[in-house]
């Protein structure tokens, strides 16, 4: 492969199933064209299923949309189910979905919304559908965290609502901080199984609606720089795009851009901060995502005969 990765990299995806969330727009948009493209069975997981259509209508193949509202748990329950009666397989599932800065708000379920939806919601869809994805070589799960994942890095357990107080970019953080600390654990758990990994992406700072909750002090100057410091949600794909479909890509590994401070380039091999990397607090959110969500992940055996997929974890 050339040095800076690209869509023409992505091997043939044909007989692939890939599930992605949020898929009618910015990063989900390209990340789920892309493989349609190369010839993957994509289902558009979205909360506006309208907007899916439109979406569908505009990829390549074989492409279908599933409603999934992620800030709400029965609708998770709601999509798995619907999901399992369509598919027998799922090769590829991009926890991709995700809100940015809101303004203090709970979801339906009575979690803060950027936890809620951007972690929560992607556990609970994940441990659902993970049966359809554990008897498939190769499978992988990836999860798209930020570089805001490194904003007060911590998971407030004693508040992890923001009852108390609330800062818009600090929620952010923790729940970035979350996807990161879920795929590590995730990886650990199916490392001996063999067949599914965890990867993790992060797309740097890219031109996406994402952006309408930022502050207004800062929006106006964040709209004048967007050509300066900010890339195309098509370069912004890349990192999930590689974690997904690079046949050398291991689990618990982390892609993003290769420029300067990972803001903007061709997707790379990267590191997270070193709270991410915290076994004992990754293994607690766990359990807490576990409680609050009601789903329990299924309690993964070694294969037999099986040869284990690559991991960057070290067990």
Same mark, same amino acid.
Request: glycine share 8%.
């Given at each position: 492969?050339?040095?800076?990765?690209?869509?023409?990299?992505?091997?043939?995806?044909?007989?692939?199933?890939?599930?992605?969330?949020?898929?009618?727009?910015?990063?989900?948009?390209?990340?789920?064209?892309?493989?349609?493209?190369?010839?993957?069975?994509?289902?558009?997981?979205?909360?506006?299923?309208?907007?899916?259509?439109?979406?569908?209508?505009?990829?390549?193949?074989?492409?279908?949309?599933?409603?999934?509202?992620?800030?709400?748990?029965?609708?998770?329950?709601?999509?798995?189910?619907?999901?399992?009666?369509?598919?027998?397989?799922?090769?590829?599932?991009?926890?991709?979905?995700?809100?940015?800065?809101?303004?203090?708000?709970?979801?339906?379920?009575?979690?803060?919304?950027?936890?809620?939806?951007?972690?929560?919601?992607?556990?609970?869809?994940?441990?659902?559908?993970?049966?359809?994805?554990?008897?498939?070589?190769?499978? $992988?799960?990836?999860?798209?965290?930020?570089?805001?994942?490194?904003?007060?890095?911590?998971?407030?357990?004693?508040?992890?609502?923001?009852?108390?107080?609330?800062?818009?970019?600090?929620?952010?953080?923790?729940?970035?901080?979350?996807?990161?600390?879920?795929?590590?654990?995730?990886?650990? $758990?199916?490392?001996?199984?063999?067949?599914?990994?965890?990867?993790?992406?992060?797309?740097?700072?890219?031109?996406?609606?994402?952006?309408?909750?930022?502050?207004?002090?800062?929006?106006?100057?964040?709209?004048?720089?967007?050509?300066?410091?900010?890339?195309?949600?098509?370069?912004?794909?890349?990192?999930?795009?590689?974690?997904?479909?690079?046949?050398?890509?291991?689990?618990?590994?982390?892609?993003?851009?290769?420029?300067?401070?990972?803001?903007?380039?061709?997707?790379?091999?990267?590191?997270?901060?070193?709270?991410?990397?915290?076994?004992?607090?990754?293994?607690?959110?766990?359990?807490?995502?576990?409680?609050?969500?009601?789903?329990?992940?299924?309690?993964?055996?070694?294969?037999?005969?099986?040869?284990?997929?690559?991991?960057?974890?070290?067990?």
């Amino acid at each position: 492969m050339g040095k800076k990765w690209t869509t023409a990299n992505i091997p043939d995806q044909r007989g692939r199933v890939a599930v992605v969330t949020g898929a009618n727009t910015g990063l989900g948009y390209e990340t789920a064209k892309a493989l349609a493209e190369h010839g993957a069975s994509v289902v558009l997981a979205v909360r506006n299923v309208e907007k899916g259509e439109q979406a569908a209508a505009c990829m390549p193949g074989d492409v279908t949309v599933q409603a999934l509202d992620l800030t709400l748990l029965d609708s998770v329950r709601t999509a798995a189910a619907a999901l399992h009666s369509r598919l027998d397989r799922i090769d590829l599932l991009i926890n991709n979905a995700g809100v940015m800065y809101t303004p203090k708000q709970a979801t339906a379920d009575g979690f803060e919304m950027q936890f809620g939806t951007n972690h929560l919601g992607h556990f609970a869809l994940t441990g659902l559908l993970l049966d359809l994805m554990l008897p498939v070589p190769g499978s $992988r799960v990836v999860t798209v965290s930020s570089t805001g994942h490194r904003i007060q890095a911590a998971i407030h357990f004693d508040d992890l609502h923001w009852e108390r107080s609330y800062s818009r970019a600090a929620a952010y953080g923790q729940s970035k901080l979350a996807n990161l600390m879920f795929t590590y654990e995730l990886q650990r $758990r199916l490392a001996a199984h063999g067949t599914t990994v965890a990867v993790a992406a992060h797309p740097g700072v890219s031109n996406t609606d994402l952006i309408r909750h930022t502050p207004a002090a800062l929006r106006l100057p964040v709209t004048w720089l967007a050509p300066l410091i900010t890339q195309t949600p098509a370069m912004g794909a890349l990192p999930t795009l590689r974690a997904a479909t690079d046949p050398g890509a291991l689990g618990g590994q982390y892609y993003g851009p290769g420029g300067r401070n990972e803001v903007k380039g061709h997707p790379r091999l990267v590191t997270s901060s070193p709270e991410s990397y915290e076994v004992a607090v990754q293994q607690r959110l766990w359990a807490v995502s576990e409680d609050l969500t009601g789903v329990k992940f299924p309690v993964l055996q070694p294969q037999q005969n099986s040869v284990p997929s690559g991991s960057a974890i070290t067990m």
